[in-house]
């Protein structure tokens, strides 16, 4: 009898315990379903990318390598600036070319590839206006593209763009906007409508603008998009495309002009699954975002995107869903980046990605806007597992730091 009980026993402690361990394999099966680790904003690299102060920031992606250019800040001195282009390998940060070019005060850094070559572009000069610059590094030295005749005047703004196995300047002038394209052959530039020496604006009164070319649903022609503050309308905003064959009458509005019905800044056009949509500050400094539908201008989602007071940032759309990259004053200046999904923005990552006070930012990816403040470009990357973000940051000297977000 006495063995019987112990059989007994020790059957049920066996199967006491595989219970526990069936138990447990499955609370730890379930676990992995439900239960999501909080994930961070991660430093690449675990450095800063540069050890200079920079007043500018531009990150791509080409051939699957990161790529960041940086405005620094020689000696302290705004004007004696250079520009350092850095790719991320196996080895960590190395400089492209032993060190950068000289570009004074650099804004509006962008970088884009084209016809096997990444270019660098931008804005030297004073705090107000400047001349486009557009680099390349031949694997020895950095040439300037640039050739002659972009513009001979000071310009408040430049953007390079290509289409077709051509080259094409944008910039803004006494709050005009004028176009050029430049010979493939001679490497100088002449404005494209019927007469290229005349030197006729392709659209009036433009002080702020963002430009985009040939894409979207409504592409029929070889046609570059403009949306603009407008002066014309008292700084409302209105959105234009422009033929590039040079047509007599080749601006036409897209919708009413001024249609914001109110004064707008730093205004940024892009697509959205094939959507024209266009983003832009309002008179309280808070996120409008705008799509043209079925011919007609609507707010995305009839309100207000995000509430100011916004002092810059970066929109930009990757399979559809919105991606928002702003500082704001009552966030101490810190990095925010937010997602629209399921009716309402949610933070990515940390509350703030930058730990510290920014200078400038960068967000890689395609489009950059102009914008005013302490913020001078950005420019987002959103792949399908990444975010990545890079700025200066005051706290640590105005140096250039990386971060990254597994999405």
Known sequence: ???????????IKYLVLIGILITHFFASSCSNIVETSVVEWEVENDTFVSDL????????????????????????????????????NDFGWEVEGDSGFTAGNSTELNQFYWEN???????????????????????????????????????????????????????????????????????????????????????????????NINSGADSTTS????????????????????????????QELIGDQGFSDEVITSPYLTWVNDVLTVSYLNESNGLEIWQHVDGEWERYNDETAITGPITSYQLVSHNGI????????????????VTYVDDEWDIVGDVNVSEGTMISTGLAVGSGTETSGTVSAFDMLVTDKYIYVGYGDVDAGGKAIVKTFER
């Not at 009898?1 to 059957?11: C, G, P, V």
């Not at 020689?74 to 600036?81: A, M, T, Y």
């Open 1 to 11: 009898m006495k063995t019987d009980i112990n059989s007994r026993m020790s059957l």
């Open 322 to 337: 919105f991606y928002v990259a702003y500082k704001m004053t009552s966030e101490e200046n810190k990095l925010v980046v």
């Open 223 to 250: 046609s570059i998009w403009v949306a603009y503050r407008d002066e014309d309308v008292n700084g409302e905003l209105s959105v234009s495309i422009f033929d590039l064959e040079g047509n007599e009458d080749n």
């Open 53 to 88: 102060s920079i007043s500018d920031i531009d990150l791509a992606i080409v051939n699957d390598l990161l790529y960041v250019a940086v405005a620094s800040r020689v000696d302290g001195i705004i004007s004696n600036g250079v520009v350092t282009q850095y790719e991320l």
């Open 117 to 211: 070559e990444l270019y660098v572009s931008g804005v030297q000069g004073s705090l107000i206006s400047g001349t486009p610059f557009l680099y390349t590094y031949d694997g020895l030295d950095w040439e300037d593209e640039v050739g002659t005749g972009v513009s001979s005047e000071s310009i408040s703004g430049a953007t390079f763009l290509t289409y077709n196995g051509t080259l094409y300047s944008v910039y803004g002038y006494s709050n005009d906007l004028y176009i050029k394209s430049q010979n493939s052959t001679f490497g100088d530039w002449n404005f494209i409508q019927d007469n290229p020496f005349i030197d006729d604006p392709i659209i009036e009164l433009a002080s702020e603008f963002s430009v």
